[in-house]
C-alpha cells in the first residue's frame, strides 16, 4: 500500500515537498490554516491593485523548472517567467543613480561608467562569487549538513580543500572593504546581508555568493507576478492529486513510540506514515511538538530581521523608477546598529520600492502602479509599533519624494500596512522574522536546524527556517533535501 504523508503547511516549500513526494508514489495531504497557499509567497487585492505578501525578487527559476521536470510534466501549460534587464536601480540623496544589471558584462561596465577604476575588481568579485557558489551547493545548499554521506563525496572533500577561499570566517563588510574604495560600493554589496536578515557587519563573507545569482544569473519576474510561483505549483499538485485542507490549523503532532504517527486538529486524529511541519520551526516545538525540548542551537536562536511594509495603490506611473528600487540610507552602519542593537528603526532607513505592475500590466488599473515598499526592521520584542510605522511613515515619503523629485504623498490612494506583529500571525513566523534565524555570526551556516528529526522517527521538516535556510531558493533547496532523505 501507497505511505501517506502529512505536510504541515503550503508555503512554498511546503507546495514543492508536495510535488515531489506525491511523483515519487506518495499519498499526500497538505493540512494549511489559510485560506490559500503560497503562506509569504502569496497575494491579495486592495481595491483593484494586486499586491504580493512578501517576496519580490526572484533568481534560480530552474529550482521550479527541476520540480516540473522531476513530475515530468512540461511546465509550460503552468509557469512563465521572464528575466528583468535591470535587476535593481539604486539611488543615493546626493543624486547618484546606478542601474545594476542582470547580466554581468552589462553590470561591470555600469560600474565603468558609474564608478570609475573599480570594474576590475568588481569583475573579479563576481568570478569567485560563482567559485564560491559552486563549492558550496553541493554541500551547504543541496544536500542535509547532518548526514554522514554529505561528507564524503567529490564536492564535499573539494569544499573542504578549498574552506579559506569562501570566506567564511570574515564578515561581509570587510570582504567588500577589501575589494572596493568607493563607499557607495561597499553599501551596495554590503546589502546582500539583508537576504537572509542579517547585518552586513556580522554575517559571514560566504554571502557574497549572492553577486552570482544576481548579477550573473539574473534576476527574473513571473509573467502573472511572483505569488504565481506558489499558484503555479499549487495547480501542478492538484493535478498530480495532492489533497489541500485549508483553514485546517493543525494543534499538534501526534508521536508513539518515538515515532510520529499523525496530526491532530480540533482534536481529530489523522493518520500518516510520515510527517513534515513546514511550519517556523520554532513554533513546531512550541505548538505542536509540546513536552518535546528543542535543541539547544534553536532555544538561544536569534531571530533573523523582520520588515515593516507600505502596500500602497499609486494614481500615477513614475518613469524615473524600475521594478526593484533602492533608495539607501546615509547611514549604512548606523541603520543596522537600529535593527540589531536598539532593535528600533533608524530615521534614514533604506527603502526598498517594487512595482511588479511596470511589467505585469493588470497588477494595477491603467495609468497606476501598485507599490510595495519594504523597511527592514528588527523582529517583535514588543515594541510600540504603532508609533514606529506613523515616524517611519512621514520619514520615508520625505525620502521618496526629495529622490524621485515629486511629493507622492498625494498619490497614495490605497494603502495596507505590516509590521512584524501580522507576519507572525498571518504566516505563524515567531516574533515576524522573514527567514527564521538571522545568519549574524560566522558559523551560523552549521547551526540552523536539520531537516529531520533525531529523536523522532518519520518526522521531517522543511521551509526558511530549517536548514540550508530562508528565501525562495533556499525554501526549494529544502524540499528537495527532505524529498531526497525519504526513500
Ligand atoms: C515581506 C517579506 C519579503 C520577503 N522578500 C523576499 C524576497 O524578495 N526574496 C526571497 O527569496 N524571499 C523573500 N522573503 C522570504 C520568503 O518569503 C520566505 O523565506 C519563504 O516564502 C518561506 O517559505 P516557507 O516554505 O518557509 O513557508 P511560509 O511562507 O513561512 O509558509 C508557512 C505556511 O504554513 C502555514 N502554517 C503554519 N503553521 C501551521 C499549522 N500549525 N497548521 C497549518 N498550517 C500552518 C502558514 O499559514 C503558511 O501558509 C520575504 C518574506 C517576507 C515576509
Redesign the pocket.
Known sequence: MKKKVII?????????LSIRLKSKGYNVDV????E???????DFYLDNFRHD???????MPNLIEDIFEDAGVNIDKYFKYDKLDIACKYFWDDGHIFNAYSDSQKFIHEVHTKFNKEENMVEEYIFNSKKKFNLVKKIFLENSLHKISTYLSLDSVKAILNFLKLNIFISLNSLNKRYFKDEKLIQLFNRFAT?NGSSPYLTSGIMSIIQHLEHDLGVFMPRKG?SDISYSLYNLAIDLGVKFHFN????SIIIKNKSAVG?S?NKMNHKADIII????IN??YD??LKGYKKPFFIKNYQPSS??V?FYWNMNKSFSNINVHNIIFSRDQKKEFDYIFNKKSIYEDPTVYI?STSKIVKEDAPTGCENW?I?INSPFDSGQDWKKIKKTLRNNIIKKISSTLKVDIESNIVGEKI?TPIE?EI????KF?S???SSSNSLQSAFIRHPNFSKKINNLYF?????HP???????LN??KIVSDLIN
Open positions: 504541515i503547511g503550503s508555503g512554498i516549500a511546503g507546495l514543492a493540512f494549511e490554516k489559510n490559500n497557499v503560497g503562506g509569504k509567497l502569496s505578501f512578501g517576496p519580490k525578487l526572484f533568481t537576504y511572483i485546517s490549523e493543525i494543534d496530526v486538529i511541519s513546514n511550519m517556523d513554533l513546531t505548538r505542536l523582520s520588515a511594509v517594487c510595495f519594504l505590516l507576519i498571518e504566516t505563524l513566523s515576524g522573514l527567514y527564521g522543511c521551509g526558511g527556517s530549517v535556510g530562508g528565501g525562495i531558493p533556499l525554501c529544502s524540499a
